[in-house]
């Protein structure tokens, strides 16, 4: 009975990731002809970059402080309280802030897609958009894809930031160490090779979140219980995702620059 | 409206059938719309009326038949001239499936997106068909301030911004009041009249049927089991007729 279960499971997991699949390739057929619904992408744009401007912050910024609260005993321990700068930086920029950033991105952009598309989906609205002639696939799928492939690096750039400087003001507040002091080692220790593939990375990031809360909310049924499911398995499917991204560029990336 | 048989069809359904594994909805289904006529479509809940429209304007796949439109087979249409053939359908949803982002001005302009009509062209045109429904006020108004009836009618005058020549009406007035009711019915024969529209209306609602209809079909058990006008069929003494009319 088990064996039966754990077949029936994998092969629900395998359709859905061909289903996925298959919009992801739809995307890339779609994104390429006109007509290009540059209105839409730009408020898409607005609405997602604008409106995560502050969680982002918030997260950027306490991220920042904590990780430097958390490693300056240890730091110190060894006398080594010097290399506080370089080494939250390089942390901060290769890893913790791409990935936690679009974790919180995946909770907050992925689930509202998902959501946004799932009660449009159930209302008939996509009906609506297809019948009167338009591609709805065009104007609400591409659009909120290609929205957070370019806005999800740009939140990431800004939660960065947002968390040196959290972490230069605990080294500010709590070893005297000026500002200027704390920004030139940690651009004394950053080299290309930390900011491409944290940068590349954070693309293939914005792409997982735009898909997955698209595909969810766009093959959305079951009516409102089918929404609250749209939205909620948006984030978990988008969250795996990130975590098979970010191991993916991690390997790709030892290969060119041998961290 | 016996002289409107001697005329081709605006739109033919022949034959459809369509099933969800062991459930036959549709078992050969079918259907002629002349120009200038009020069709009203009965059937009971779950007997595949909405399954025929959304076959008819391309949201479903029917298993079997041929769906025509002003004497084009769907079927055999590219997905861009099938677009096409859609601005000459105005479809009005149950639930009015307006776009909840967008304000009403913004919703009847959405039809309008690939016709490459100046804004004062299509703004004229917004005006003109919030007037024809009365709701000229509600231009700048999102869809979560207006009522039921008010979105019905918004949803109407979406349906007919691009001046089509059919209207597919999907329970227009189910969800409202009497009152409401009427005056959607109304507003369904203005325009009619004033559009020269046909119009293909799917009702449970026996009163929208006795006002607006030319003909009707009872759809029974996925196939026309009967045919007539308002005054035949509930004159009928077939007992699955006449649960229609009691």
Redesign the interface.
Same mark, same amino acid.
């Given at each position: 009975m088990k064996t039966v279960q754990i077949g029936n499971n994998l092969k629900s997991f395998f359709t859905e990731i061909g289903k996925l699949s298959f919009f992801a390739g739809r995307f890339f057929k779609e994104v390429f002809t006109r007509?290009f619904e540059f209105k839409e992408l730009l408020r898409q744009c607005y609405n997602m970059g604008n409106r995560s401007l502050f969680l982002v912050g918030i997260t950027g910024f306490i991220l920042g402080l904590v990780f430097t609260l958390q490693s300056r005993p240890t730091l110190m321990e060894f006398g080594a309280q010097s290399w506080m700068p370089s080494m939250v930086s390089i942390s901060i920029i290769r890893e913790i802030g791409p990935v936690i950033i679009a974790l919180i991105c995946a909770g907050k952009i992925s689930s509202g897609i998902g959501a =946004?598309l799932g %009660? @449009?989906r159930v *209302?008939?609205?996509i &009906? +609506? @958009? =297809?019948? %009167? $002639? *338009?591609?709805p696939f065009k104007y609400l799928v591409v659009t909120r894809i290609m929205a957070a492939i370019l806005m999800i690096p740009l939140l990431i750039i800004f939660g960065d930031a947002i968390a040196l400087f959290g972490s230069a003001l605990v080294e500010n507040l709590k070893g005297d160490v000026s500002f200027q002091l704390y920004f030139n080692k940690v651009f004394d220790a950053i080299e290309f090779s930390d900011i491409l593939p944290a940068t590349v990375k954070s693309f293939f990031f914005g792409f997982a979140i735009g898909l997955v809360g698209s595909f969810k909310g766009y093959n959305c049924t079951k009516g409102t219980v089918g929404v609250g499911e749209a939205s909620n398995s948006a984030v978990v499917y988008t969250s795996m995702l990130l975590f098979i991204i970010d191991f993916i560029a991690v390997f790709v990336t030892d290969i060119f620059f041998e961290l | 409206m016996d002289k409107t048989k001697n005329i081709v069809p605006i739109l033919r359904i022949k034959n459809l059938k369509k099933s969800f594994g062991d459930n036959h909805v549709l078992n050969g289904f079918t259907l002629e719309l002349y120009e200038g006529e009020n069709l009203v479509l009965m059937g009971k809940s779950g007997s595949g009326k909405s399954v025929m429209i959304?076959c008819l304007? $391309? /949201?479903m796949q029917p298993d079997e038949g041929s769906l025509e439109i002003m004497g084009k087979d769907i079927s055999k249409l590219a997905q861009k001239e099938f677009? =096409?053939l859609? *601005?000459e /359908?105005g479809?009005l949803?149950? $639930?009015s +499936? /307006?776009? &909840?982002?967008m304000t009403v001005r913004e919703n009847l302009e959405?039809?309008m997106?690939?016709q490459n009509k100046t804004e004062e062209e299509s703004l004229k045109l917004v005006l003109e068909a919030l007037d024809s429904v009365g709701l000229r006020e509600a231009l700048d108004l999102m869809p979560e301030e207006l009522s039921g009836g008010m979105k019905r009618r918004i949803a109407l005058a979406?349906a007919i911004i691009l001046k089509p020549k059919i209207i597919i009406y999907d329970e227009p007035t189910t969800g409202l009041d009497p009152i409401t009711s009427k005056e959607i019915i109304q507003l369904m024969r203005n325009i009619q009249q004033n559009y020269k529209t046909s119009s293909l209306i799917i009702t449970h609602d026996v009163d929208c049927a006795r006002v607006i209809s030319n003909r009707m079909i009872l759809l029974i058990d996925g196939i026309n089991y009967a045919e007539g006008t308002f005054e035949e069929l509930s004159a009928n003494k077939d007992g699955k007729i006449q649960a229609f009319f009691k």
């Open positions: 007509p =946004e %009660s @449009m *209302t008939e609205q &009906d +609506a @958009m =297809e019948v %009167s $002639g *338009t591609n | 959304r304007v $391309g /949201l677009n =096409e859609r *601005t /359908l479809f949803f149950q $639930g +499936a /307006l776009y &909840d982002s959405f039809p997106r690939q979406r």
